[in-house]
């Protein structure tokens, strides 16, 4: 009942009895009231039930404590009505992991073996130690060369051996090196080289190196393994697919680096056959070794430390890699 809704007082000099317009005023007021009663009484018994309040807390009288902040986000107390509240600042969803990517070389293998360690200056008895490797026995690794400046093959060829990791997972290849930068002081062995392609089930195994020949000697050259049968060696079934590896890699090779095949050996074909390197010899996978250049003539050399020719060389083999593969 609104105050307007009350009679007003008589007139002056009005006949009508005043204490009868004053017990009407009176009885409305009282109607009205009795008529609110219940509408207060129902809505207080509805925010009761509303905000949770037990009877402990009614009795009381004290107000319920707001929550504390270690309970409830900032997000969550700012929440819209019938809005979902936020996740706490502090939790941070897991960023997603990249699929691996789809190409050509999808649900293929390929290990790349970066020739050498530049540890193995500094542990020469280790790297000196005998391995069987089928046709006779050798050192189980070598320091590899360097350029007249002191750049190392093993620099050179972890680094070719990382970029062509990249262009090989980029043609969806899963990729596996035989070691990584600082993984092991030297090594590893020769024999562990070709153990690693052969449990990884390698549809192609690649072993990254630069030759050390005196200068003059300029060109890159592809190392095949030979047909042999002698002790844990057996390349009867890997010589012919290791060739068609290796022509595939030396014809890329040559077209993306601008580099020629070895002006002195393979007859001009950038092609060459061994059967002393026991990382041929023990390997049950289609293997080949590439020589990128003569680190110790100073042309060659300028190539090989140019991180840019490097970038080529490794899209080069990588292009052999997936020809063979059937990208």
Partial sequence: MRYDDIPPPP????????????????????????????A?????????????????ESRSGSAPQPASHSSVSPGQRDAKPGSTPSTSPTTTAAAPVPAPAKGPLTGRTVVVDPGHNTGNFKHTDEIDQQVDIGTNRKECDTTGTTTNSGYMEAEFTMDVSKR????????????????????????????????????ANADAVVSVHADGVSAG??????????????????????????????????????????????????????????????????????????????????????????????????????????????G
């Fill in 11 to 38: 007139e002056s000099g009005s006949s009508a009895d005043p204490d009868r317009h004053w017990f009407t005023r009176r009885s409305t007021l009282v109607v009205g009231i009795a008529a609110l009663a219940p």
């Fill in 40 to 56: 207060c009484l129902a809505g207080w018994v509805l925010t009761q039930a509303l905000s949770g309040a037990g009877p402990d």
């Fill in 164 to 199: 062509l990791r990249t262009a090989l997972e980029a043609q969806g290849a899963k990729v596996v090196l035989t070691h990584e930068t600082g993984a092991r002081a030297w090594g590893p062995c020769i024999t562990e080289r070709a153990r690693i392609g052969n449990e």
């Fill in 217 to 326: 000697n300029r060109g890159f050259h592809i190392i095949l393994p030979a047909k042999v049968k002698s002790g844990a060696a057996d390349t009867a079934k890997i010589v012919g697919p290791s060739r068609e590896l290796g022509e595939r890699i030396a014809g890329n090779f040559a077209r993306t680096t601008g580099s020629a095949p070895a002006n002195y050996l393979g007859g001009g074909t950038g092609l060459v056959v061994r059967d002393d390197l026991g990382g041929l010899n023990l390997s049950t996978r289609p293997k080949v070794f590439i020589e990128c250049g003569n680190m110790r003539d100073a042309k060659d050399a300028a190539q090989l430390t140019s991180p840019e020719w490097r970038q080529k060389a490794a899209q080069g083999i990588a292009d052999g890699i997936v020809g063979f593969l059937g």
